[in-house]
Nanobody
Framework: VQLVESGGGLVQPGGSLRLSCAVS????????IGWFRQSPGKDREGVSC????????DYNSDVKGRFTISTDNAKNTVYLQMNNLKPEDTAVYYC??????????????????????WGQGTQVTVSS
């Protein structure tokens, strides 16, 4: 399965962006899809995940209420709508697919699960 992210860019604090993750080689129902991010000097962290097979959705507490994950099954694409962006949201954002359907992330206390397939990432910069 291949994943390609798009939609990153430079935005001012308080602004919005919508990231897209186009999935090919399989359908969304066969995987949990997650968005992760990593900024320089920090560990990669989970942002949000969705498993269309059972409707599971989860969010990092830092983005809950500001970010929304959704899917377009006809386009085999997962979106991450990001509103009220903050400078601390600046990072490279990756989408990833997990054949073990590890979403939600409640049971992963110390570290997020390492998904099986990854995209190349898209840069999001929040700055005035």
């Amino acid at each position: 399965v291949q994943l390609v992210e798009s939609g990153g860019g430079l935005v001012q604090p308080g602004g919005s962006l919508r990231l897209s993750c186009a999935v090919s080689g399989s359908t969304l129902a066969n995987y949990a899809i997650g968005w992760f991010r990593q900024s320089p000097g920090k560990d990669r962290e989970g942002v949000s995940c969705i498993a269309t097979a059972d409707g599971s959705i989860d969010y990092n507490s830092d983005v809950k209420g500001r970010f929304t994950i959704s899917t377009d099954n006809a386009k085999n694409t997962v979106y991450l709508q990001m509103n009220n962006l903050k400078p601390e949201d600046t990072a490279v954002y990756y989408c990833a697919a997990d054949k073990w359907f590890r979403c939600p992330w409640d049971e992963y206390v110390n570290s997020y699960p390492d998904y099986d397939f990854w995209g190349q990432g898209t840069q999001v910069t929040v700055s005035s």
